[in-house]
């Protein structure tokens, strides 16, 4: 091995240690930090089938939901490199709770660990084994839903392009749109841009192999125009912008649109519910509108 290879590789490893620690610190930040999430009928720790082989889920079911009705299948967001199921069980809980709707939480494998499109492949065969097994988590599969938020949000949409039949609408909280450098840096400076540009760059650079890109979902042909309920937070939001753009392209597509942005709140304000009042209150109304999509 030579010496540029030796630091490349002592780098490298010094990297996933870091990164490792990181993604421990931020479940710790936020895993039952919030006390006062809301008591459910049934929080249940189960194993479904991935891309390549099993993954963790945990089911979400709230005392008013009956013995089999509408599921959301919920990826959480994290870049593709960070989050998990616990760092989403204070905003998975309260959304049920105020839905009445059952949550299947999925997890998917991380970057730089598995590049992409492992987290689309397991998101998708997350998907796949919902429909081959609605039975055992109580879902009525023709009132199937898909969800996520930021990086969770492009899983929900490229899952719900592949089986566009399968879901009968989605929720979308703050969702990452695109990792196309050149839209990030415009219009930085109103929006926050900057942060997301950082930020994409990062998650590029973990996600990336040779050849294989994680497309832009800004294009009509890379959405399915189903029934939406789209969140945002303001100006400290980096993907607010594209939230508006992907809402106005499911509208001319001919989807109902549920839009909700709230100004005051940051991007990841969901998983802030402990912290904010302000965050719970959003998450709350959140929770009210997919009980209306589950409804229709």
């Known amino acids: 091995m030579t010496v540029k290879e030796r630091i490349a590789t002592t780098a490298a490893d010094a990297h996933r240690w870091s990164l490792a620690k990181v993604r421990e610190v931020m479940r710790h930040s936020i895993y039952r930090r919030d006390r006062e999430a809301p008591h459910l009928a049934e929080l249940r720790n189960l194993e479904i089938k991935g891309a390549a082989g099993p993954l963790d889920a945990r089911l979400y079911v709230p005392k008013s939901a009956p013995s089999k009705g509408p599921l959301l299948i919920y990826f959480h967001g994290g870049g593709f490199v960070f989050g998990g199921l616990d760092t989403h069980d204070a905003l998975c809980t309260r959304l049920a709770h105020e839905s009445g709707v059952r949550i299947l939480s999925c997890s998917y494998r ?72 050149d839209l990030w840096a415009s219009g930085f400076a109103a929006d926050t841009r900057l942060i997301g540009r950082l930020a994409v760059r990062y998650i590029e650079a973990q996600i990336a192999k040779a050849g294989v890109r994680a497309p832009s979902l800004l294009a009509d042909s890379a959405i399915t125009p189903l029934r939406t309920v789209i969140v945002a937070g303001g100006r400290l939001d980096p993907c607010a912008p594209d939230a508006a753009a992907c809402a106005d392209r499911l509208s001319a597509l001919g989807a109902k649109v549920e839009r909700r942005s709230y100004p005051p709140l940051m991007h990841g304000f969901a998983n802030l519910t402990h912290l904010s009042a302000e965050a719970r209150r959003a998450v709350t109304e959140i929770g009210g509108l997919l009980r209306e999509l589950a409804a229709r």
Do not use: C
């Open 110 to 181: 991380l970057a730089p660990e598995h590049p992409f499109p492992a987290q689309r492949d397991d998101a998708l065969a997350a998907a796949k084994w919902v429909l081959a097994n609605a039975w055992r988590v109580g879902a009525d599969k023709r009132r199937l839903l898909i969800g996520g938020d930021s990086a969770g949000g492009y899983l929900a949409l490229t899952v719900a392009r592949a089986l566009p039949k399968a879901f009968a609408g989605q929720l979308l909280i703050y969702p990452l749109m695109h990792l196309e450098d």
